[in-house]
């Protein structure tokens, strides 16, 4: 398995994308969060705590579905700086996403002392330039038996609008997403146990090319290191936009213009660390705990 990082994704360009401050969260990742929250039901294990990560460009309504799901775990947030948490706390209190009947735990914005039992990722692999280091990051915060939920764009994504741009000769519109058997390749190099992944195709459709590249920058950037270095401008983007249309749109010209994107879901659980014996060997107190309560109780798929 390729180990290094993504070649296509610029570094820079990933990380002013971490810090962006969306006004709210995208449509389509709050749809796959809701989707991705239905496949809970497949998971035995009920966490007493987990950590949400980078909810404000992940979906902010998940957070109401998790704390209902699990209404007595402990919640930890994650957010790339100080701002984005400032605004995640502000957001907390805004109704357009909070139940009415919410009585859940109110989550914690501070970092966990201890390890969390499930970790939830929603679409934030895809737009990471060191996507290996940060599934590694994720299991040091798990406990042992915890869990990995998280959720990002395959390789299928905007293949119709990748298709406009090379029949245009232009720079590639987006950065190459990684395939779900990859995925789960990097899940157990990095330590983890019983993966399991699976995709579906979600089919957006739009009234116009304006519409549609509206929705597109809610949901990123164009992070491809060999994408256009300047701007472009205002016939480039009503040639872009005649292009949208002409290659879009399905049913003729009262059609809908129509975009793909690939969708990778996947989970894995943190298996307890293996005892080896060798001429010199050694384990934390902790690790022993943990692998003696991991013998007596496990987590895992339903029936």
């Known amino acids: 398995m390729n180990t290094e990082r993504p070649p296509t994704i610029d570094p820079q360009a990933a990380k002013r994308w971490s810090h962006h401050l969306p006004a709210q969260s995208p449509w389509l990742h709050e749809e796959v969060a809701r989707r991705m929250e239905e496949r809970l039901q497949c998971i035995v294990k009920q966490p007493t705590s987990w950590l949400h990560w980078a909810p404000l460009q992940g979906g902010m309504q998940a957070q109401a579905l998790l704390t209902q799901r699990y209404p007595h775990a402990i919640c930890h947030v994650h957010e790339t700086d100080a701002i984005q948490t400032q605004a995640l706390r502000k957001a907390w209190t805004a109704p357009w996403w909070k139940?009415?009947?919410?009585?859940?735990?109110?989550?914690q914005f501070a970092a966990p002392t201890q390890q969390v039992e499930m970790l939830w990722a929603n679409m934030a692999l895809h737009m990471h330039a060191d996507p290996q280091a940060l599934i590694a990051q994720w299991l040091d915060l798990l406990a042992v038996d915890g869990f990995l939920m998280f959720s990002c764009l395959g390789p299928d994504t905007l293949r119709e609008l990748r298709r406009v741009y090379s029949a245009q000769g232009w720079e590639p519109p987006c950065h190459e997403?990684?395939?779900?058997?990859?995925?789960?390749?990097?899940?157990?190099?990095?330590?983890?146990?019983?993966?399991?992944?699976?995709?579906?195709?979600?089919t957006l459709t739009f009234s116009s090319a304006k519409a549609l590249l509206t929705e597109l920058r809610g949901l990123g950037r164009?992070?491809?290191?060999?994408r256009f270095a300047g701007l472009r401008g205002r016939r480039w983007h009503a040639q872009l936009q005649s292009q949208i249309d002409a290659g879009l749109r399905r049913g003729g010209p009262e059609g809908r213009l129509e975009l793909t994107f690939e969708v990778v879901y996947g989970h894995a659980f943190k298996p307890a660390p293996r005892l080896t014996v060798g001429r010199e060997s050694s384990i934390s107190l902790e690790q022993m705990r943990q692998t003696l309560a991991a013998g007596k109780s496990r987590g895992g798929l339903s029936g």
């Open 222 to 226: 164009n992070l491809h290191a060999q």
């Open 99 to 107: 139940p009415a009947r919410w009585s859940g735990v109110q989550p």
């Open 177 to 202: 997403f990684t395939d779900m058997h990859d995925w789960g390749d990097m899940l157990v190099h990095a330590g983890y146990g019983e993966p399991v992944m699976d995709m579906e195709r979600i």
